[in-house]
């Protein structure tokens, strides 16, 4: 890569201060050799930075244009901007001393005419992060395509009503998969921005689902024909842009893969901004995934209480972040997945390093909320109650009830045998509030 103007005012690594400093460029509570639960800070958030908000976002909204004007963003040598941009993304890689960063196929190399030459523009920049990644530390999360942004997806890629949109979207997975293979990704996620519909009137909801059942089932096949041992994931998200996607929630995302037979063959990749706009918590997405055996990966981003829109803002509440941690680490954390930054500064935020602050600040969260779930967990009083609470099924009967050996016949001659008239016993959620709350 060639020498350009450094974009931040810093060149070396953001390095951990302690709680008291009060310089923006420090962590206050992500010290990434710390040791919690068994493994570093590091090791157990696997941290990676979004490379579409944090570089190939220019700062429009529904209202107005661009407002970042990155020196990447303009020219007509579109390569040489692509390779700006890396270069750039790599320092940012460095300064942030993340572990990972992950990328859409159209946010590190621009389209070209035809998706032969998109592809060739692809592998360019794919070299280019190669020989990067060869003396960096930084390696990749995961890698997915881009089928949204371009006019042929606006009624989808799998569950398009033209089939050649099907093809071509199957084509421009098939070379982003390769390529997320080839850099060594650890996961490759399937976004469905367009994956639904804005008007029954016009759609065939039955068909679209088969479809979109088809086109992953070739995602899943391909992987395996390639070798690829990184996991595939499906990132839920209820609305935005489309009426409602058929990816609403984990669960919905669940009984999708159930149909199909995939369940064993993908799992998700959950955010905490999408899970809000479903009506659920992220405790409860995560929860849930974990229950169905389909975690995959995090993206960690907030949105905004007052508005119904993906804003797709930072972290900055460890008490949320928290309760879903402590399912996740209970559980015994991530396996390929992370921590993803799937979040991008407000479009007043222009000077550069506001990029640098924002993630510190990110980090520092997930960090503080990384020791807060530690607390909870070896505390083992939240555990305890909720492993007493279930106790009863730990019994001889209760197995046997759960391993199909008795019927409705056998369960009401027990209560008339034995008198069964139960007393129900308190949940005491008050308590367990307000026992949260001295870990916090």
Excluded at 112 to 119: C, K, V
Excluded at 364 to 372: G, P
Aim: glycine share 10%; net charge negative.
């Amino acid at each position: 890569m060639t020498d350009t103007p450094r974009f931040f005012t810093q060149a070396d690594p953001i390095r951990f201060e302690g709680r008291d400093s009060k310089n923006p460029l420090a962590f206050r509570w992500y010290d990434k050799d710390r040791l919690v639960l068994g493994k570093t800070m590091e090791e157990q958030l696997r941290f990676a930075v979004a490379y579409w908000h944090s570089l190939a976002w220019p700062g429009g909204d529904p209202f107005g244009g661009e407002t970042f004007l990155r020196p990447w963003m303009h020219g007509s040598d579109e390569m040489a901007m692509a390779r700006h941009k890396a270069e750039v993304g790599f320092e940012m890689f460095r300064i942030l001393d993340v572990p990972y960063f992950c990328f859409h196929d159209r946010d590190v190399a621009p389209e070209g005419a035809t998706l032969a030459e998109s592809n060739r523009n692809l592998d360019v920049i794919a070299d280019l992060f190669a020989e990067r990644m060869a003396s960096e530390k930084v390696r990749l999360l995961w890698g997915t395509a881009n089928l949204f942004s371009n006019r042929r997806f606006m009624a989808g890629g799998a569950t398009n009503p033209d089939p050649e949109v099907f093809i071509y979207a199957a084509g421009q997975v098939k070379h982003a998969l390769e390529t997320t293979h080839k850099l060594n990704g650890q996961n490759y996620v399937l976004w469905g921005g367009r994956e639904g519909y804005e008007t029954l009137l016009n759609t065939d909801l039955a068909r679209e689902i088969e479809q979109y059942g088809r086109f992953l089932t070739l995602v899943v096949e391909h992987k395996h024909k390639i070798g690829y041992k990184g996991a595939i994931l499906i990132e839920p998200k209820p609305q935005e842009p489309t009426k409602h996607q058929y990816d609403f929630d984990v669960a919905t995302v669940y009984g999708f893969l159930k149909r199909f037979g995939l369940e064993n063959e993908v799992q998700v990749n959950i955010e905490d901004n999408h899970a809000t706009l479903s009506g659920h918590t992220y405790e409860h997405e995560i929860a849930t995934a974990l229950a169905y055996g389909i975690f995959g990966s995090l993206d960690v981003n907030r949105g905004d209480r007052q508005s119904g829109w993906d804003t797709d803002q930072f972290p900055n509440d460890p008490t949320s972040m928290a309760l879903g941690f402590f399912h996740l680490f209970q559980a015994g954390g991530f396996k390929t997945g992370g921590c993803n930054f799937d979040a991008k500064i407000r479009r007043q935020s222009l000077d550069p390093d506001d990029l640098l602050i924002g993630h510190v600040g990110g980090m520092d969260v997930c960090a503080r909320a990384l020791l807060m779930a530690e607390d909870m967990i070896e505390d083992g009083v939240l555990p305890g109650i909720i492993k007493d609470r279930y106790a009863g099924w730990d019994s001889a009967e209760g197995r046997a009830i759960l391993k199909g050996e008795r019927s409705l016949d056998d369960l009401a001659a027990l209560v008339a045998r034995d008198g069964i008239n139960p007393s129900p016993r308190s949940g005491r959620q008050e308590y367990l509030e307000n026992l949260v709350n001295r870990y916090l």
